[in-house]
Each structure stands twice: as C-alpha cells, then as structure tokens.
C-alpha cells in the first residue's frame, strides 16, 4: 500500500525527470484520482501532490479538498481585511478629538464597559471550536475513510455528526449571549447611536454576528451534507471548510473581544 | 501526448451538465461573455451621460427633451452614475471577469475557473447591483449626487441635496452587491491561477496577463474587504444613528445634525482614508489585466521576447503592492498632517518607478522590430501612449504644493481620463479585437476575427477622438476650471471672470467628445458585423504563442465523457518567436521541445 501512495522524493522532483509522464505503472497516481481520500501524512502522494507532475483532476486524493481550502483562506483574508479596517477606524475615532468654541480640545469618546456574559460567549466560541475540530477530524480519520472506500456505510459521518451538531448548537448559544449582552447595554441605556464608542462597540459584534450567523449556516448545511451525500470525498470538503471558517470567526472574535474589552 | 484513460468521473460530469449557452451557466467561457455584454450596455450608458454633461457644460442652457433643462442636482446625478458606471462596470468588470474569465483558464491549461458556481453567481450579483444601480434614477429626488467617492457629509445625510436619501441608499446597496460579487470572482480567479495551472505551467512561466489578472485580484481582495467595511459604517451613519463621519455641530443645509447622530465625533476624514484605501488599489486593479495584455500583443506582433520578462512580473506585483502604499495622494488637501502629505508623496513617485520600467519594456520590445500593425496591436501602442500621456501628470499631481492648485480641477479629470479610463479602454478594445476568436467561437461555430479595415478607422478615430477631448483639460484645469461643477457661465463677480478663460475651450472639448464618441460606431458595427460575416480565424491565426490558441484545447473543455481526455502539458514560456524575421517559426508553450526542434 504504501508503494502506491508514495512516490519517492526524487520522482516528485520535477527538475530530476525532464521525462514527467503518468503512464509510467510505477509513477504512483495512475490519473484516475480515485485512491482513498485519508488523511495520512505520507509525504508525498497524497499530500505532496504536485500540480507540476499530474494533470488536473488526477493530483490526488485531496486536489479537490486543497482547491477548496485555498478558496476558503482567500476569501478569509479578505475577510480579516474587512475586520482590520473597522477597527482601524476605532483607533483613528478613538484617538481623535475637536476644539470647542472656547478652544478646549475634547475628545468624547465614553469607553463602553463590556457585559461581563461576553466572557462566557468567549468562553462557549472557543469550545466551540474544539467541538468542531474534533468534527473535522473525525471526517478524515483513516480507518472510516476506508471503511467507506469499501463501501462500509458512512462510519465518518457518524461520528463526525454528533460534534458538527454541538458546534452549531454553540454557535447560537453565543449569539443569544451577544443578544442577550446588547440586551443588558440597552436597559443600561447604552444604545448604538450613544457614543463612538458604542457605535463601535454594536458595529463590531454586530458584524461578526451576522458572520457567525452565516458560520451556523455553512455548518447547518455540513450536517445536511453528511445526512445526505454519498461522496465521503464532498462530506469532507463541506466539513473542513465550514470548520476552517468557524475558526477563523473564533479567532477574529478573540481579537475583536480584547478589543472590546482591553483597549477602550 | 499521453491520453487519460480514465477519465475522473467528478470533472467530466461537471462540464457535461453545464449547458455553455443557458442564462445559469457556470462555463467559464459563457460567464465570461456575459460579464462582456453587461460591461457594453454599461459603457453605453456610461457613455451617453457623459455627453450629456459636456452638453451642458457647454451649452447650460438648453432643454433636454423629454427631460426639461439640466438642474445642477441632474448634471451631478449625471456625474455620479457616469463614475460609477465607468470605473465598476466597465473598468473593473470587464477587463478582470470579461475577459478574465474567458481567457485565464485556457492561458493556465485549466479546463475552466475553480468554483464554476460561485462564478456564476458572482455574474448575476454584479448583474443585480446594476440593476440596483440603475433604478436609482427613478428614487425620488433623482440619482444620488455625491460623485463616485461618495464624500461625507454629502453622503451621509440624506436631507444633504436632492437625491441623497432614496436615491443614494441605492447606490450603496449596488456598490455593496458589487463589493461581494468582486471579493467572491476574485476569489475564484487567485485559486483558479495557484491550483489550476497545467503541467509544466510554473509561476515564471504564466503569460503577463495571467500575472495581470492574478496581481488585480489580490488588490480586488483586500480592496473590496475594505471599501464594504467603509459601506456599512457609511450606512450606519445613514441609518443607525451613528455618527463615524459626520461631525458634531455639522449644519447641513441650516439643520444641525447633532440629534440625528448621536453625540458622535466623526470625521469625513475617516472615509477619506477607507474610501482611497480601497480607491487606489481600484485604479489599479482596472488597468493591471491592460498592462500585461500590452506586454503580449506587442510582443506578438513585433514577433520578439518580451524585453526582461521576469522583471515584468516583478514590477506587476510591486506596483500591486505600491498602491496598497499610497492612497493619501487623493487627501493632500482634505487636511491630512503635512508630514503623512509628504510621505504618501514619496511613496506615490516610487510607484512611478515600476511604471516606468514597464513602459521602457514595452519600448524596448518593439524597438526596431517591423510589427505587423493590426489593430489589436494598434490599440496596444496607443495604450501605451496615453499611458505616458497620462502618468506623466501622476509625479506632477503627487507634490502636495502643486496639488493645493490642482486638486478638484479638471487637471485631474484628464489625467485620470487619459491614464485610466482611455488607456483602459484601449486595453479593452486591444483585447477585444486580439480575442474575437475566442469571444465568437462555440463547440458549434468557429471563431471569427473582426475586420482590419474597420478596426483601423475606429483606431484613429479614438486616439484622435480621445487626445482631442482629455488633452485640452489640462488647459482649463490649469486655468482654474473646477470639477463636479455643473454651470461655469453667468457666474457673477470675480470668479465669473476667472471661469471666462477655461469656458473658451469648453465647445472644442465637447466637440472632441462627440467625435469621440461618433468614432465607436465603426467598432459597433464591425462587431456587428464580424460576428456573423468576420474572416474565419483558423487555428491561432495571430501565430501566437499561448496556451488560449492550444488547437484543441478549447473543444477539450467542452468535452462531454465520451471524448478522450488529453493532458495538457506546456513546455517554455510565452512568447518565444525565435527568429524574429521569420513570423513563421515561433515556439508556442504547448509545443514539447523535440517537436520544436
Ligand atoms: C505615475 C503614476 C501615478 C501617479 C503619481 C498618480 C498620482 C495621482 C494623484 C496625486 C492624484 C490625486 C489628484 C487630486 O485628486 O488632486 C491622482 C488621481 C487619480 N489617478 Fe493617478 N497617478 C498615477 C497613475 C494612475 C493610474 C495608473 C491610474 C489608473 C489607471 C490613475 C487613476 C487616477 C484616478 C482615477 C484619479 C482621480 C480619482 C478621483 O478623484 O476621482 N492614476 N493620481
Ligand atoms: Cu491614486
């Protein structure tokens, strides 16, 4: 097994084989792309797949996976983009003042005492994000993946289920904990339209909110994938990149939150 | 050639179920052409307001028919859709997911884009903010009026002038739609060119409008992030009381807009920066995908290498990167601290740099080579020249002392018009006539090219056209004449003595525009015409040396599972015309050396 999974360093070296061909029987990957889809580290084959060797569609087990996780962390750069300019717009609102009619320099920014539930919703996001990667795991585990490959059942579903579901459940535990702290600023009488602080404060949760509302649904549709596609191989991909999505959120909540509450 | 066997289920069955000429299609081909008519009907419109607001300019005081007279709210409506229409629809849209999209797949040896689906619904998002777009003519109060940089207060407060309540919330809705559609297409282009590339397609080996592409998309990327981010904060301003741009104690049209903002401290400043953050890269982002084409048209029809390829690639990225570095330039007089004037002053002439080397290639490629001159390679000169034309005034207008002068006259308006929105067009139109194989050719009919004849008319006419209307704005901007003005005569006093000068030149300008503007209908109707009528193109009928005009290649992608597939394999690099006197013999990437020989 391993012979066929991993093609030795050399061959995957393209400068060495001048002579880069897919027909040769030893060459590892035959060009059908069908070998099991685990997630075992072989170091070559399977992970090392070279778009400079193989045509597309036959580099491997994971060439779709890796297509889609690359697609996923663009889009998640240009997300963190997004995050990085509103709170470089806290810092310039938060550092700048005016002049009075009488030449005083006030700056009104009114720091906004976080809720303390935020801790706990810190708290259940991070959670969260174990409970969703031990999800995304199980959807690579070697033995069910193969299990599957001979047509066993769907085991990494199965197991993979129970823990995409908790993630979602604690995805909207903590937004009920963000409503429910926009709850407990409002009966303070600390709204949106109060202060830049608040304005930011609001903005910036309500933001991720909706990017967590929107981390539920992807994950939503994973539970609704794994119930109901046969491909393991598209299983894995909705998975991993919801999953990787949710960590991002979880990150840039960590972020955001010391924000929020470290640096009014 | 080795063929496939095998061929993987996953892949074939996805070409096979896209039908290349349904509406939803996800065939990158098909999308690709739809990005191109919707950038036509965009310019079209974008294009008729134009000459509306020369119209008036010169002549403020005729009537319109169907419309009445010109009010100064409807030329800045004018102003506002006509910047919007051109630099998203047509700047943005064509040159990156037009011809982006039909093109780059093939150019890289891949079969189609990434995500076909999420391409798709990029197209139909950006369809969609169009439309949004457009409907905001019919908002009561008129189109929005605060230009395409959509400046606060103006834009924040909706009693703020005609057309700022309904009309702008519109035009943010649209620019949000297109923001996602933007961020989601270039997402699919920078995966389609790092995972997608064929065998053999290394990174130095990628044509310059692949980097062109790939470079824009990254600038799309966090530019887009940023500008939504600036759009959100913009509507809560508008609608949530916040105040992140309006300033407290600020009286707009005699209402004090403390009650509806909050107790805020905001600054208009703040959307300066976001907007430019985003707005320069933008301006780049329009003309990258240009800039490479040029590289490769010259060099295909001077039949020579291009001059210094890998530093081509190198200035690619660092003018991507530079103009992440220099959004301060459009703020020099927006009370930015004369020490952040000075240093985006120093790091918008480094930018000048990188340009520079490329012109200089571009020169060197075609020094003393006898080009054939077609009118794709026509097109490409003239980019070239109003390049230069263009960015010669950039170094001038990056001193904050002169900029003081020149900021908000028309000095601008032509140096953006002749460097952005000309040298695009000239981009565009090089494009089209280099492509038109590839935009006519189905499974089903073989590509046409459009007519010589015709293309050179229409060349000419536009440089001529287009030198004759931007040029002489440098004049009257010099002179004084100020931008986003809808009515310069009558003015009483002073200032209508001042505006005397610069309204001498206005009829030649808008003369100029109408030319312009006469000299597209040789390229409508060759279009047109060529469409059905144009000279079959054969297999690469330009001798070029991309993977687009592989023979084969483009049937290969629509191949259904019964055709066998073959590996694309490329070989060298773009571009090797080895003997220069002999257009014949030219190494394209596809062919394998022994062949070759
Ligand atoms: C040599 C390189 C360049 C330099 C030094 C340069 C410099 C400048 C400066 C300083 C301004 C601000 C003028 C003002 O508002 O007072 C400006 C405006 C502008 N530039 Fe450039 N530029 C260069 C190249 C380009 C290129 C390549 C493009 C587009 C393809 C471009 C498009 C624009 C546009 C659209 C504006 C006006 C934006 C607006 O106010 O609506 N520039 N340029
Ligand atoms: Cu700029």
């Not at chain 1, 509103?86 to 003042?97: D, T």
């Amino acid at each position: 097994m391993p012979g066929i999974l991993t093609p030795t360093e050399t061959e995957r070296r393209p400068e060495r084989r001048p002579q880069r061909r897919t027909d040769d029987p030893d060459h590892g990957d035959h060009g059908n792309g069908r070998r099991p889809p685990t997630d075992k580290r072989t170091g070559g084959g399977g992970d090392g797949d070279n778009w400079n060797d193989r045509p597309q569609g036959s580099r491997g087990p994971r060439e779709k996976l890796k297509r889609y996780r690359l697609g996923v962390f663009f889009a998640l750069a240009g997300d963190l983009m997004f995050f990085v300019a509103i709170v470089s717009a806290f810092f310039v609102s938060q550092a700048s003042g005016r002049f009075d009619a009488y030449n005083n320099y006030i700056n009104p920014w009114l720091p906004t005492a976080i809720p303390p539930v935020l801790w706990l919703n810190t708290a259940v996001l991070i959670i969260s994000s174990v409970t969703a990667e031990i999800a995304r795991r199980k959807m690579f585990h070697q033995f069910d993946v193969m299990e599957e490959w001979f047509g066993l059942g769907k085991p990494t579903s199965r197991r993979a289920m129970p823990w995409l579901a908790a993630t979602a459940f604690l995805g909207l535990v903590f937004l009920a904990g963000q409503w429910l702290a926009w709850q407990q600023l409002n009966v303070q009488g600390v709204f949106m339209r109060s202060n830049v602080s608040s304005h930011f404060f609001f903005l910036i949760t309500g933001v991720h909110g909706i990017h967590l509302v929107l981390g539920v649904g992807a994950l939503v549709g994973a539970l609704l994938s794994l119930r109901y596609s046969q491909q393991v191989e598209n299983r894995q991909i909705i998975v991993d990149c919801s999953v990787w999505y949710w960590h991002s959120m979880g990150v840039f909540w960590i972020f955001l939150f010391a924000l929020l509450a470290f640096f009014q | 050639m080795s063929a496939n066997p095998t061929p993987n289920p996953a892949q074939s069955r996805s070409s096979a179920t896209q039908k290349p000429r349904s509406l939803f299609s996800a065939d990158h081909r098909t999308i690709g052409r739809q990005y191109l008519l919707l950038a036509l009907v965009a310019v079209a419109v974008g294009t008729v307001l134009s000459l509306l607001m020369r119209l008036h300019l010169t002549w403020p005081d005729r009537v319109l028919p169907f419309h009445g007279p010109i009010l100064p709210e409807d030329y800045l409506a004018l102003v506002t859709f006509h910047g919007t229409l051109m630099v998203f629809f047509v700047l943005t849209t064509a040159p990156q997911n037009g011809f982006g999209n039909l093109i780059l797949p093939s150019q890289i040896g891949a079969r189609g884009m990434a995500f076909p689906r999420l391409n798709c619904a990029s197209f139909w998002l950006t369809t969609l903010s169009m439309m949004v777009l457009l409907s905001a003519t019919f908002a009561p109060g008129g189109g929005p009026i605060s230009g395409w940089t959509a400046y606060p207060p103006l834009s924040a407060v909706a009693s703020a002038g005609p057309g700022q309540g309904m009309g702008m919330d519109l035009w943010l809705a649209s620019l949000t739609l297109f923001s996602l559609a933007t961020t989601m297409a270039s997402v699919n282009t920078l995966t389609t060119v790092v995972r997608m590339r064929c065998d053999g397609m290394t990174w130095n080996r990628l044509p310059l409008t692949v980097w062109g592409w790939f470079t824009a998309a990254l600038l799309s990327l966090l530019a887009f992030s940023v500008l939504l981010a600036a759009l959100v904060l913009l509507f809560c301003d508008r609608h949530a009381g916040t105040s992140f741009f309006v300033p407290m104690g600020d009286v707009v049209n005699g209402v004090l807009q403390d009650a509806k903002h909050g107790s805020g401290n905001g600054s208009p400043l703040l959307w300066l920066h976001l907007f430019w953050f985003f707005g320069h890269p933008e301006v780049y982002i329009a003309i990258l995908p240009g800039m490479g084409l040029t590289s490769m048209v010259l060099a295909n029809f001077a039949r020579r290498r291009i001059f210094n390829y890998n530093l081509m690639i190198a200035t690619t990225l660092l003018i991507g990167f530079l103009g992440i570095l220099v959004w301060g330039h459009h703020m020099f007089v927006a009370g930015l601290n004369p020490f952040a004037g000075t240093a985006f002053s120093i790091s918008t002439m480094a930018i000048a740099i990188p340009s520079s080397a490329k012109v200089l290639s571009w020169l060197a490629t075609i020094w003393r080579s006898r080009p054939e001159y077609r009118t794709a390679m026509l097109f490409a000169l003239g980019f070239v020249s109003l390049f230069v034309t263009g960015g010669l005034t950039g170094p001038i207008l990056a001193q904050p002392i002169l900029d003081q002068y020149l900021h908000n006259t028309f000095f601008v308006v032509a140096h953006f018009h002749l460097i952005m929105a000309m040298a695009g067009a000239f981009g565009l139109f090089s494009a089209t006539y280099y492509w038109f194989p590839q935009i006519t050719a189905t499974a089903a009919r073989p590509g046409r090219l459009m007519s010589e004849g015709l293309g050179r008319v229409h060349f000419w006419g536009t440089i001529l056209g287009a030198y004759a209307t931007f040029l002489p704005m440098h004049i009257t901007g010099l002179e004084g004449e100020p931008r986003h003005y809808a009515q310069l005569t009558g003015i009483p006093g002073q200032a209508g003595h001042l505006m005397a000068k610069p309204m001498l030149m206005q009829t030649h300008i808008t003369y100029g525009a109408i030319f312009l503007v006469l000299a597209q209908i040789p390229f409508l109707v060759n279009l047109v015409w060529s469409f059905r009528n144009g000279r079959l193109a054969g297999e690469n009928p330009w001798a070029a040396t991309t993977m687009e005009w592989k023979p084969g290649l483009f049937l290969a992608d629509l191949a259904d599972e019964t055709s066998p597939e073959e590996t694309i394999s490329v070989y060298r690099g773009p571009c090797d015309y080895r003997d220069g006197n002999n257009p014949a013999t030219f190494h394209p990437q596809w062919v394998s050396e022994s062949v070759a020989e």
